[in-house]
């Protein structure tokens, strides 16, 4: 059997296991702020979710942030983390294809998925800022991550992001707005380094202003030819920032696609290899070398 075909099948049967699972079958939510987020006071509007009519489920309406977890078999982990951030232009998320999917297959592939809930800004009078909320929302996910490593078997020096679309967006951004942790934080999650250690930008909005300095984090970039200029000629540019920086990065063009391909049984190769392309350039950047 050729890979092409061993991979599709590898991917229909992810996405059948997030799509049959029972709600008692699928990881439970981690709140970010059990207390309550902050900039979230007061808001009490439940959590919307939505079927998109394709055998998916979109998000919105979100003020309790959080994170779930799909921690790989034991015997199969190889320590590494990544912060999986799904798009939505800021107004919903595309839960499934961006999300559970995601982190389900690279849970069996011994990468810990945690996919990100966070706070939307452009939703209808959202009053949550891009910048301000949503970024401090990756943030505290890395954080609280890194807090919990050794519980969960992980190695807090390789949690990183990756995001689609305007989840790419605030992967960047996490990635370019980072500290070492708050000194002297009452709460200790907070006391975690926010930096990740990778980042995946998957056709991420936002490429004209993303920042990319000598420091940054490395990083695996895909888009499809297809997709707007803002995106595929703006991701080609952030690959050059990338080189020209000398930053290790990975860029992937792929020639159909259009926007929002995400992980579905419908994407097929060239597009739908992408994940493959991704566990391989984090394995040969050493991200999934066991301790």
Same mark, same amino acid.
């Given at each position: ?13 992810? =996405? ?9 079958? @699928? +990881? ?5 702020? +059990? ?9 009490? $509007?439940?959590?919307? =979710? ?12 979100? %003020?309790?942030?959080?994170?779930? $977890? ?9 320590? $590494? ?8 232009? #800021? ?11 995601? $982190? ?8 810990? !998925?945690?996919?990100?809930? %966070? ?13 301000? %909320? ?22 807090? /020096? ?9 989840? !790419? ?12 942790? =708050? ?14 250690? &990778? ?10 202003? @993303? ?8 990083? &695996?970039? /895909? ?22 920086? !000398?930053?290790?990065?990975?860029? %992937? ?5 259009? #926007? !929002? ?8 190769? +060239? =597009?739908?290899?992408? +994940? ?16």
């Amino acid at each position: 059997m050729n890979t092409p075909v061993r991979l599709l099948q590898a991917i229909v049967a992810t =996405i059948a296991f997030a799509s049959t699972a029972s709600a008692a079958d @699928m +990881p439970k939510e981690i709140q970010l702020w +059990p207390n309550g987020a902050p900039g979230s006071e007061g808001k009490t $509007a439940k959590e919307l =979710i939505e079927d998109t009519g394709r055998g998916e489920q979109r998000v919105s309406s979100i %003020h309790s942030p959080s994170i779930t $977890a799909f921690l790989p078999a034991k015997d199969n982990a190889t320590g $590494a983390a990544v912060i999986v951030i799904p798009g939505g232009g #800021h107004r919903f998320l595309s839960i499934d294809s961006e999300g559970n999917n995601v $982190a389900h297959w690279l849970s069996e592939r011994g990468v810990a !998925g945690f996919v990100l809930k %966070h706070r939307l800004a452009r939703e209808t009078n959202s009053t949550y800022q891009v910048e301000v %909320h949503s970024l401090q929302d990756v943030q505290r996910a890395i954080r609280l991550v890194r807090s919990r490593a050794a519980e969960w078997g992980l190695d807090p /020096a390789r949690v990183g992001v990756l995001g689609f679309s305007a989840g !790419g967006e605030l992967a960047a951004l996490a990635a370019a707005r980072h500290d070492n942790g =708050i000194e002297g934080a009452t709460d200790p999650v907070d006391r975690q380094n926010s930096r990740p250690a &990778f980042q995946a930008l998957l056709y991420p909005g936002g490429t004209r202003n @993303m920042v990319v300095e000598s420091n940054s984090p490395p990083a &695996f970039l /895909a888009c499809a030819y297809n997709d707007r200029a803002d995106i595929s000629e703006g991701l080609a540019n952030v690959y050059l920032k990338f080189k020209q920086a !000398g930053v290790n990065a990975e860029l %992937h063009i792929y020639s159909a696609g259009g #926007h !929002g391909f995400g992980l579905r049984t419908s994407n097929r190769t +060239p =597009i739908g290899s992408w +994940p493959a392309r991704f566990h391989e350039w984090m394995e040969q950047s050493g991200f999934l070398k066991k301790s």
